[in-house]
């Protein structure tokens, strides 16, 4: 993942932490109305071992990812995918918004396409926090 501010982070980062990874674009007004319950969910979790990260697809332009991840003050790192590779190397993720559910040895336990029941989702990442 090529971060927003130019840094990368690679699965192997993700390990150790229970992380929620959103593949959203700009364009897509179900990614743009869930963000507030992202972010809300993001700063809920975070203390406790809970990291996001929101990947914007390669067709979203890269000024208004930047412009989307700023005016919001969104709490966690934004990546972009210029190439779609990632998306890719995720189960050809063409559907936005698509959100995956990482437990902390690295293995993806959940995918929601759509926006998820965040009701379910919080109690997903409790459970999954609770885990060794």
Same mark, same amino acid.
């Given at each position: 993942?090529?971060?927003?501010?130019?840094?990368?982070?690679?699965?192997?980062?993700?390990?150790?932490?229970? $992380?929620?990874?959103?593949?959203?674009?700009?364009?897509?007004?179900?990614? +743009?109305?869930?963000?507030?319950?992202?972010?809300?969910?993001?700063?809920?979790?975070?203390?406790?071992?809970?990291?996001?990260?929101?990947?914007?697809?390669?067709?979203?332009?890269?000024?208004?990812?930047?412009?989307?991840?700023?005016? #919001?003050?969104?709490?966690?790192?934004?990546?972009?995918?210029? $190439?779609?590779?990632?998306?890719?190397?995720?189960?050809?993720?063409?559907?936005?918004?698509?959100?995956?559910? +990482?437990?902390? #040895?690295?293995?993806?336990?959940?995918?929601?396409?759509?926006?998820?029941?965040?009701?379910?989702?919080?109690?997903?990442?409790?459970?999954?926090?609770?885990?060794?």
């Amino acid at each position: 993942f090529v971060l927003l501010d130019g840094s990368q982070k690679t699965t192997d980062d993700l390990k150790g932490r229970v $992380t929620l990874v959103n593949f959203c674009a700009t364009s897509c007004t179900t990614c +743009v109305s869930e963000m507030p319950d992202l972010a809300a969910t993001h700063t809920k979790y975070h203390a406790r071992g809970f990291d996001t990260l929101a990947v914007a697809m390669s067709y979203a332009p890269p000024a208004y990812v930047v412009n989307f991840a700023q005016s #919001r003050k969104l709490p966690f790192p934004v990546a972009i995918d210029n $190439t779609g590779a990632v998306a890719k190397a995720w189960g050809e993720v063409a559907l936005t918004p698509t959100t995956y559910v +990482v437990d902390k #040895r690295g293995q993806i336990v959940k995918r929601y396409i759509g926006s998820p029941d965040f009701a379910e989702l919080h109690r997903l990442i409790e459970k999954l926090l609770a885990e060794a």
